[in-house]
T-cell receptor, first 110, second 114 residues
Framework: RKEVEQDPGPFNVPEGATVAFNCTYS??????FFWYRQDCRKEPKLLMS???SGNEDGRFTAQLNRASQYISLLIRDSKLSDSATYLC???????????FGSGTKLNVKP | DVKVTQSSRYLVKRTGEKVFLECVQD?????MFWYRQDPGLGLRLIYF???????EKGDIPEGYSVSREKKERFSLILESASTNQTSMYLC?????????????FGSGTQLSVL
């Protein structure tokens, strides 16, 4: 079983839609959680960290559910420029051990 | 801003060649990483280094070695390239302190081994 699992998508949504991605992790000792964005043939870039209390950055909201071992990313009012692959990343209680989901592809269409 | 620079964006090599991938960071971070990324498999850790001359194997170290002679530079070496090492290679550094350590990536090297 993979340490981190994501629905690969693609999610095809119209501009202005709200879309949500989930990610599950297998190790309950996981300490830190992140969402990264990756454009085609580019490197992953940090979108946001995910905190237990949930956090918001503009149109993006991230939530952590430790009991069920999943994290989520909500994107409101989708823009064409949000089209990318979104990677869920978990740090397993070891500062140098990061586990990556395979990514969820989002296509925002006009 | 953290800057992580990989020396080549695209490389084409032949089977059996020795290949060097270079990575330089400008943030004085202790920890540096090499990952490879393949479709459907996500990012997999090859090696990481937590200090000059210090290294540890990741999940898929076979066929690779690394070198960290200076803090800012971390090199990945393919001793004898094989076709199954065709992949996107990503170097990363980790921020330190605050309990919210994050990874910062270089722009990647797409390596094709023919």
């Amino acid at each position: 079983r993979k340490e981190v699992e994501q629905d690969p998508g693609p999610f095809n949504v119209p501009e202005g839609a709200t879309v949500a991605f989930n990610c599950t992790y297998s190790n309950s000792a996981s300490q830190s959680f992140f969402w990264y964005r990756q454009d085609c043939r580019k490197e992953p870039k940090l979108l946001m960290s995910v905190y237990s209390s949930g956090n918001e950055d503009g149109r993006f909201t991230a939530q952590l559910n430790r009991a069920s071992q999943y994290i989520s990313l909500l994107i409101r009012d989708s823009k064409l420029s949000d089209s990318a692959t979104y990677l869920c990343v978990v740090n397993m209680n070891n500062f140098n051990k990061f586990y990556f989901g395979s990514g969820t592809k989002l296509n925002v269409k006009p | 801003d953290v800057k992580v620079t990989q020396s080549s964006r695209y490389l084409v090599k032949r089977t059996g060649e020795k290949v060097f991938l270079e990575c330089v960071q400008d943030m004085d971070h202790e920890n540096m990483f090499w990952y490879r990324q393949d479709p459907g498999l996500g990012l997999r850790l090859i090696y990481f280094s937590y200090d000059v001359k210090m290294k540890e194997k990741g999940d898929i170290p076979e066929g690779y070695s690394v070198s960290r002679e200076k803090k800012e530079r971390f090199s990945l070496i393919l001793e004898s390239a094989s076709t199954n090492q065709t992949s996107m290679y990503l170097c990363a550094t980790r921020s330190e302190g605050g309990g919210d350590e994050k990874l910062f990536f270089g722009s990647g090297t797409q390596l094709s081994v023919l």
